[in-house]
Protein backbone atom coordinates (compact mmCIF):
# COMPACT_ATOMS: atom_id res chain seq x y z
CA UNK A 1 0.00 0.00 0.00
CA UNK A 2 1.48 3.39 -0.66
CA UNK A 3 -0.18 6.59 0.26
CA UNK A 4 -1.57 9.00 -2.42
CA UNK A 5 -2.46 12.56 -2.93
CA UNK A 6 -5.42 12.50 -4.79
CA UNK A 7 -6.92 16.13 -5.81
CA UNK A 8 -10.67 15.93 -7.22
CA UNK A 9 -11.80 18.94 -9.01
CA UNK A 10 -15.71 19.76 -9.20
CA UNK A 11 -17.17 21.79 -11.43
CA UNK A 12 -20.58 23.21 -12.27
CA UNK A 13 -21.62 21.26 -15.92
CA UNK A 14 -21.28 23.16 -19.06
CA UNK A 15 -24.55 25.61 -20.09
CA UNK A 16 -25.11 25.13 -16.19
CA UNK A 17 -25.64 28.79 -14.97
CA UNK A 18 -22.83 29.72 -12.64
CA UNK A 19 -23.49 33.33 -10.64
CA UNK A 20 -20.41 33.13 -8.79
CA UNK A 21 -18.22 32.68 -12.11
CA UNK A 22 -20.74 35.69 -13.41
CA UNK A 23 -19.68 38.13 -10.72
CA UNK A 24 -16.27 37.04 -10.64
CA UNK A 25 -15.67 37.85 -14.70
CA UNK A 26 -18.50 40.86 -14.13
CA UNK A 27 -15.11 41.90 -11.38
CA UNK A 28 -12.53 40.98 -13.72
CA UNK A 29 -13.97 43.14 -16.39
CA UNK A 30 -14.05 46.36 -14.12
CA UNK A 31 -10.64 45.60 -13.13
CA UNK A 32 -10.06 46.31 -16.82
CA UNK A 33 -8.89 42.19 -18.16
CA UNK A 34 -11.33 42.75 -20.85
CA UNK A 35 -9.47 39.11 -22.77
CA UNK A 36 -11.69 37.15 -20.20
CA UNK A 37 -14.31 35.56 -22.21
CA UNK A 38 -15.95 33.37 -19.42
CA UNK A 39 -15.56 32.64 -15.88
CA UNK A 40 -16.63 29.15 -13.88
CA UNK A 41 -16.25 28.33 -10.33
CA UNK A 42 -15.93 25.05 -8.93
CA UNK A 43 -13.81 23.80 -6.25
CA UNK A 44 -10.46 21.66 -5.18
CA UNK A 45 -11.50 18.65 -2.66
CA UNK A 46 -7.63 17.14 -1.57
CA UNK A 47 -7.75 13.52 -0.57
CA UNK A 48 -4.88 11.01 1.38
CA UNK A 49 -5.58 7.78 0.37
CA UNK A 50 -4.00 4.27 1.26
CA UNK A 51 -3.99 2.66 -1.99
CA UNK A 52 -1.95 -0.05 -3.99
CA UNK A 53 -1.79 2.13 -6.87
CA UNK A 54 -2.71 5.54 -8.71
CA UNK A 55 -4.98 3.63 -10.60
CA UNK A 56 -6.77 2.44 -7.84
CA UNK A 57 -6.20 5.31 -5.72
CA UNK A 58 -7.97 7.19 -8.68
CA UNK A 59 -10.94 4.53 -9.05
CA UNK A 60 -11.87 4.85 -5.44
CA UNK A 61 -12.16 8.27 -5.57
CA UNK A 62 -13.80 7.82 -8.74
CA UNK A 63 -16.79 6.15 -6.59
CA UNK A 64 -16.69 8.59 -3.80
CA UNK A 65 -17.19 11.73 -6.51
CA UNK A 66 -20.34 9.51 -7.67
CA UNK A 67 -21.74 8.81 -4.13
CA UNK A 68 -20.97 12.03 -2.57
CA UNK A 69 -18.43 14.57 -3.87
CA UNK A 70 -20.42 15.74 -6.97
CA UNK A 71 -23.56 16.03 -7.51
CA UNK A 72 -24.26 14.17 -11.21
CA UNK A 73 -27.41 16.48 -11.87
CA UNK A 74 -25.46 19.74 -11.74
CA UNK A 75 -21.28 18.93 -11.32
CA UNK A 76 -18.95 17.42 -13.52
CA UNK A 77 -15.55 15.92 -11.96
CA UNK A 78 -11.94 15.21 -12.70
CA UNK A 79 -9.30 13.28 -10.59
CA UNK A 80 -5.60 13.54 -11.20
CA UNK A 81 -3.64 11.32 -8.42
CA UNK A 82 0.06 11.13 -7.37
CA UNK A 83 2.37 9.56 -4.52
CA UNK A 84 1.81 11.56 -1.67
CA UNK A 85 5.97 11.71 -1.27
CA UNK A 86 6.20 12.33 -5.17
CA UNK A 87 5.48 15.71 -6.58
CA UNK A 88 2.54 16.92 -4.90
CA UNK A 89 -0.57 17.94 -6.81
CA UNK B 1 -51.78 10.65 13.13
CA UNK B 2 -48.26 10.07 13.73
CA UNK B 3 -46.12 12.42 11.99
CA UNK B 4 -42.39 12.00 12.11
CA UNK B 5 -40.18 15.13 12.28
CA UNK B 6 -36.85 14.24 11.29
CA UNK B 7 -34.16 16.35 13.23
CA UNK B 8 -30.61 16.62 11.73
CA UNK B 9 -27.58 18.46 13.74
CA UNK B 10 -28.41 21.65 12.18
CA UNK B 11 -31.80 21.19 11.95
CA UNK B 12 -33.53 24.95 13.02
CA UNK B 13 -36.99 24.52 11.85
CA UNK B 14 -37.84 21.19 13.59
CA UNK B 15 -40.32 23.06 15.92
CA UNK B 16 -41.84 25.25 13.75
CA UNK B 17 -42.90 21.81 11.95
CA UNK B 18 -43.70 20.66 15.14
CA UNK B 19 -46.07 23.37 15.99
CA UNK B 20 -47.49 23.52 12.66
CA UNK B 21 -48.76 19.40 12.82
CA UNK B 22 -50.20 19.87 16.00
CA UNK B 23 -51.93 23.13 15.30
CA UNK B 24 -53.38 20.78 12.02
CA UNK B 25 -54.58 18.46 14.35
CA UNK B 26 -51.61 15.93 14.18
CA UNK B 27 -49.24 14.29 16.55
CA UNK B 28 -45.70 15.13 15.86
CA UNK B 29 -42.76 13.83 17.14
CA UNK B 30 -39.10 14.06 16.49
CA UNK B 31 -37.01 11.53 15.26
CA UNK B 32 -32.99 12.27 15.71
CA UNK B 33 -30.93 11.49 12.53
CA UNK B 34 -29.21 8.73 13.81
CA UNK B 35 -32.07 6.67 14.47
CA UNK B 36 -32.99 4.16 11.48
CA UNK B 37 -36.95 3.53 11.93
CA UNK B 38 -39.52 6.05 11.50
CA UNK B 39 -41.41 4.45 14.55
CA UNK B 40 -44.44 3.81 12.66
CA UNK B 41 -45.18 7.19 11.58
CA UNK B 42 -47.75 7.95 9.20
CA UNK B 43 -46.21 11.27 7.37
CA UNK B 44 -42.62 12.27 7.66
CA UNK B 45 -41.29 16.02 7.44
CA UNK B 46 -37.64 16.71 6.32
CA UNK B 47 -37.58 20.16 7.90
CA UNK B 48 -35.53 23.41 7.34
CA UNK B 49 -31.67 24.31 8.52
CA UNK B 50 -28.58 23.69 7.49
CA UNK B 51 -28.21 19.89 8.37
CA UNK B 52 -24.74 18.92 8.48
CA UNK B 53 -23.62 22.63 8.21
CA UNK B 54 -24.30 22.57 4.54
CA UNK B 55 -21.10 21.55 4.28
CA UNK B 56 -20.12 20.09 0.60
CA UNK B 57 -23.37 20.62 -0.70
CA UNK B 58 -26.54 21.20 1.12
CA UNK B 59 -28.26 17.81 2.06
CA UNK B 60 -25.34 16.13 0.68
CA UNK B 61 -24.23 14.76 4.04
CA UNK B 62 -27.37 14.40 5.56
CA UNK B 63 -28.46 12.14 2.74
CA UNK B 64 -26.40 9.69 4.49
CA UNK B 65 -27.93 9.93 7.85
CA UNK B 66 -29.12 6.74 9.04
CA UNK B 67 -32.81 7.83 9.45
CA UNK B 68 -32.41 8.43 5.07
CA UNK B 69 -32.82 4.80 4.41
CA UNK B 70 -36.04 4.65 6.41
CA UNK B 71 -37.36 7.63 4.99
CA UNK B 72 -36.43 6.63 1.45
CA UNK B 73 -37.71 3.06 2.21
CA UNK B 74 -40.91 5.12 3.08
CA UNK B 75 -41.27 7.46 -0.03
CA UNK B 76 -41.39 4.47 -2.46
CA UNK B 77 -43.85 2.59 -0.70
CA UNK B 78 -45.90 5.54 -1.39
CA UNK B 79 -46.15 6.83 2.63
CA UNK B 80 -46.30 11.17 2.44
CA UNK B 81 -42.86 12.72 2.45
CA UNK B 82 -42.75 16.70 2.70
CA UNK B 83 -39.13 18.71 2.96
CA UNK B 84 -39.26 22.00 3.44
CA UNK B 85 -36.15 24.39 2.41
CA UNK B 86 -33.10 22.66 3.42
CA UNK B 87 -35.55 18.98 3.22
CA UNK B 88 -36.27 19.83 -0.01
CA UNK B 89 -32.45 19.94 -0.56
CA UNK B 90 -31.74 16.73 1.34
CA UNK B 91 -35.01 15.12 -0.42
CA UNK B 92 -33.65 15.90 -4.06
CA UNK B 93 -29.59 14.79 -2.72
CA UNK B 94 -31.40 11.57 -2.04
CA UNK B 95 -32.70 11.19 -5.06
CA UNK B 96 -36.53 10.87 -4.08
CA UNK B 97 -36.71 13.77 -5.90
CA UNK B 98 -35.32 15.02 -9.29
CA UNK B 99 -33.08 18.23 -10.12
CA UNK B 100 -31.43 20.41 -7.57
CA UNK B 101 -31.23 23.66 -5.45
CA UNK B 102 -28.53 25.80 -6.41
CA UNK B 103 -27.21 29.00 -5.54
CA UNK B 104 -29.26 31.59 -5.61
CA UNK B 105 -29.23 33.39 -8.65
CA UNK B 106 -28.40 36.98 -7.02
CA UNK B 107 -25.63 35.00 -4.71
CA UNK B 108 -27.33 36.67 -1.48
CA UNK B 109 -29.28 34.77 0.71
CA UNK B 110 -32.84 35.66 0.76
CA UNK B 111 -35.00 36.19 3.66
CA UNK B 112 -38.43 37.69 2.85
CA UNK B 113 -42.08 37.18 2.49
CA UNK B 114 -42.41 35.86 -0.86
CA UNK B 115 -45.86 35.08 -2.93
CA UNK B 116 -46.55 31.34 -4.25
CA UNK B 117 -49.21 30.09 -6.63
CA UNK B 118 -50.86 27.29 -6.08
CA UNK B 119 -50.64 25.40 -9.24
CA UNK B 120 -52.57 22.17 -8.34
CA UNK B 121 -54.69 21.48 -5.81
CA UNK B 122 -56.48 18.01 -4.43
CA UNK B 123 -53.21 16.64 -4.03
CA UNK B 124 -52.61 15.31 -0.45
CA UNK B 125 -50.57 18.18 -0.04
CA UNK B 126 -52.79 21.03 -1.60
CA UNK B 127 -56.67 19.71 -0.89
CA UNK B 128 -57.06 22.91 1.62
CA UNK B 129 -56.03 25.61 -1.13
CA UNK B 130 -58.06 26.97 -3.99
CA UNK B 131 -56.81 26.40 -7.32
CA UNK B 132 -54.79 29.49 -8.57
CA UNK B 133 -54.86 30.84 -4.82
CA UNK B 134 -51.89 33.72 -3.91
CA UNK B 135 -50.15 32.65 -0.99
CA UNK B 136 -47.81 34.30 1.26
CA UNK B 137 -45.37 32.64 3.17
CA UNK B 138 -41.51 33.62 4.19
CA UNK B 139 -38.66 31.99 2.45
CA UNK B 140 -34.94 32.21 4.09
CA UNK B 141 -32.42 30.20 1.76
CA UNK B 142 -29.22 30.79 -0.09
CA UNK B 143 -29.34 27.67 -2.45
CA UNK B 144 -33.25 27.39 -3.81
CA UNK B 145 -32.74 28.50 -7.23
CA UNK B 146 -34.22 24.98 -8.73
CA UNK B 147 -32.58 23.52 -11.64
CA UNK B 148 -33.60 20.35 -13.44
CA UNK B 149 -32.54 19.32 -17.01
CA UNK B 150 -34.39 20.19 -19.77
CA UNK B 151 -35.79 16.80 -20.22
CA UNK B 152 -36.92 16.46 -16.49
CA UNK B 153 -38.42 19.85 -16.60
CA UNK B 154 -40.74 19.13 -19.30
CA UNK B 155 -41.80 15.71 -17.70
CA UNK B 156 -42.23 18.12 -14.48
CA UNK B 157 -44.84 20.41 -16.05
CA UNK B 158 -46.24 17.63 -18.51
CA UNK B 159 -47.39 15.76 -15.44
CA UNK B 160 -48.27 18.89 -13.73
CA UNK B 161 -45.95 18.28 -10.45
CA UNK B 162 -45.29 21.64 -10.27
CA UNK B 163 -47.17 22.39 -7.06
CA UNK B 164 -46.26 25.84 -6.43
CA UNK B 165 -44.50 28.63 -8.43
CA UNK B 166 -43.21 32.15 -7.29
CA UNK B 167 -45.56 34.82 -8.48
CA UNK B 168 -46.84 38.78 -7.73
CA UNK B 169 -49.60 39.84 -5.74
CA UNK B 170 -52.20 39.11 -8.53
CA UNK B 171 -50.46 35.64 -9.52
CA UNK B 172 -48.57 36.46 -12.36
CA UNK B 173 -45.32 33.70 -12.30
CA UNK B 174 -43.41 37.12 -13.56
CA UNK B 175 -39.40 36.71 -13.85
CA UNK B 176 -39.91 40.29 -11.35
CA UNK B 177 -41.74 37.85 -8.70
CA UNK B 178 -38.75 35.12 -8.59
CA UNK B 179 -36.48 35.14 -5.75
CA UNK B 180 -33.71 32.74 -6.83
CA UNK B 181 -33.50 32.02 -10.08
CA UNK B 182 -35.62 28.84 -9.96
CA UNK B 183 -36.36 27.30 -13.89
CA UNK B 184 -39.97 27.94 -14.86
CA UNK B 185 -40.25 29.90 -10.96
CA UNK B 186 -40.24 26.66 -9.57
CA UNK B 187 -40.95 26.67 -5.74
CA UNK B 188 -42.25 23.50 -4.70
CA UNK B 189 -43.06 19.66 -7.21
CA UNK B 190 -43.70 16.39 -6.28
CA UNK B 191 -42.63 12.93 -7.14
CA UNK B 192 -43.89 11.19 -9.73
CA UNK B 193 -46.27 9.44 -7.89
CA UNK B 194 -47.19 12.58 -6.01
CA UNK B 195 -46.45 11.55 -1.88
CA UNK B 196 -43.08 13.38 -2.04
CA UNK B 197 -43.48 17.40 -1.84
CA UNK B 198 -40.36 19.65 -1.74
CA UNK B 199 -40.42 23.22 -1.73
CA UNK B 200 -38.62 25.86 -0.60
CA UNK B 201 -40.95 28.52 0.88
CA UNK B 202 -41.58 28.26 4.79
CA UNK B 203 -45.83 27.31 5.24
CA UNK B 204 -43.96 26.28 8.33
CA UNK B 205 -43.39 29.70 9.27
CA UNK B 206 -46.57 30.95 8.41
CA UNK B 207 -48.96 28.84 10.60
CA UNK B 208 -50.41 31.97 12.91
CA UNK B 209 -51.71 35.45 12.63
CA UNK B 210 -48.62 36.61 14.85
CA UNK B 211 -46.37 35.10 12.48
CA UNK B 212 -48.10 37.45 10.11
CA UNK B 213 -49.57 34.69 7.61
CA UNK B 214 -51.65 31.48 7.94
CA UNK B 215 -51.34 30.36 4.81
CA UNK B 216 -49.22 27.91 5.43
CA UNK B 217 -51.19 26.13 7.61
CA UNK B 218 -54.01 24.37 5.06
CA UNK B 219 -50.87 22.80 3.64
CA UNK B 220 -50.33 20.33 7.01
CA UNK B 221 -53.77 20.58 7.29
CA UNK B 222 -54.15 18.79 3.91
CA UNK B 223 -51.53 16.63 4.97
CA UNK B 224 -52.92 15.27 8.28
CA UNK B 225 -56.23 14.85 6.19
CA UNK B 226 -55.06 12.67 3.90
CA UNK B 227 -53.51 11.06 6.86
CA UNK B 228 -56.70 10.41 8.53
CA UNK B 229 -58.47 9.39 5.56
CA UNK B 230 -55.83 6.73 4.57
CA UNK B 231 -56.52 5.01 7.85
CA UNK B 232 -60.03 5.19 7.78
CA UNK B 233 -59.92 3.32 4.28
Known amino acids: MSRFKVEVLVTPRPGLLDPQGKAIHHALSSLGYDAVEDV ?14 PEDARERAEEMCRKLLANPVTEDFRITAAEADGAAP | MKIAIITFPGSNCDQDCHRSVELAGGSPRYVWHRETSLGGADAVIVPGGFAHGDYLRPGAIARFSPIMDAVTAFGEEGGLVVGICNG ?53 HADGNYYADAGTLAVLEDEHRVLFRYCDVQGNASA ?7 LNNIAGIVNARGNVLGMMPHPDRAIEAVLGSVDGLPLFESLVGTVAREEVA
Open chain 2, 88 to 140: FQVLCEAGMLPGALLRNESLSFQSHHCRLRVERTGTAFTSGYRERQVLGMPLS
Open chain 2, 176 to 182: DANPNGS
Open chain 1, 40 to 53: RVGKAIYLEVAAAT
